[in-house]
């Protein structure tokens, strides 16, 4: 099984989410249709532009809170390093 930390912004340098998941399809849909109230329903963060794939589900949710103690700045450049041009990769996961 495959586990994930994403991160997730409302547009090109806009409001950044980072989250991580079991289930990384369901859980960017989730945050698109608004299913899961909070932070990103309120700011309308559901574009998925940066991802990468754990083997532990420890091991992304220490990435993911390593991520989160970041500033700003090293987020973008983590996009920008993968997704230089933001693009939602959320399609790309539907095949």
Do not use: C
């Not at 420890?58 to 973008?76: D, G, M």
């Amino acid at each position: 099984m495959a586990f994930f930390t994403y991160i997730i912004a409302s547009r090109r340098n806009g409001t950044v989410y980072t989250g991580s998941t079991d289930d990384l399809i369901k859980r960017v849909a989730e945050h698109r249709d608004k299913l899961r109230p909070g932070f990103t329903r309120r700011y309308g963060v559901a574009l998925l532009v940066w991802y990468e794939v754990h083997e532990t589900r420890h091991a992304a949710f220490v990435r993911e809170r390593q991520i989160k103690e970041w500033k700003r700045i090293w987020k973008l450049e983590l996009i920008e390093r993968k997704n230089p041009a933001w693009a939602d990769l959320f399609p790309t996961l539907l095949g």
